[in-house]
């Protein structure tokens, strides 16, 4: 019996790479984005203690409470810079999930070719084998009389 060997495994494999390649990069993009929640979720903290810390203290200078301002101004400024990049992030996740869609496409386009190939292969060696057991039994009956 001959060994199967799809034709067209080289590009089987390449696309199975991209396939790899893309779901590795949608990986990175969602560790990306989980990064920058949970430095919201840090600096959204700080500015509550010191928010509370303010409310403790009775008295409070001009000064202080000018630099507390810009303070809480200032984490504001990096929550909403750091939420509009989490949304560029999912917009970039969004058409790596589609280019991920159309990669799983193609590699099962070759996976059901491949299938397809080696049921027309098994059909060959099972005629192959048929015809060939034939012959054994018709050189057997040839014998015997």
């Not at 989490?86 to 590699?107: A, D, G, P, W």
């Not at 299938?115 to 005629?127: D, V």
Request: proline share 0%.
């Amino acid at each position: 019996m001959g060994k199967f060997k799809y034709k067209f495994e080289n590009i089987h494999r390449i696309k199975k790479t991209l396939e790899k390649k893309v779901q590795r990069e949608i990986s990175e993009i969602e560790l990306e984005i989980d990064k920058r929640k949970s430095d919201i979720k840090t600096l959204l903290a700080e500015k509550h203690n010191k928010q509370a810390e303010l409310k403790k203290r009775k008295t409070l200078k001009v000064s202080e409470l000018q630099f507390h301002e810009q303070f809480f101004n200032n984490i504001d400024a990096k929550v909403l810079e750091l939420s509009q990049e989490i949304e560029k992030l999912n917009e970039i996740r969004e058409q790596k999930m589609e280019e991920l869609i159309e990669k799983s496409k193609e590699t099962k386009m070759f996976e059901k070719l491949e299938e397809k190939h080696f049921e027309k292969f098994q059909k060959e060696e099972n005629k192959l084998e048929q015809l060939e057991m034939d012959d054994i039994a018709t050189k057997k009956f040839v014998r015997s009389k």
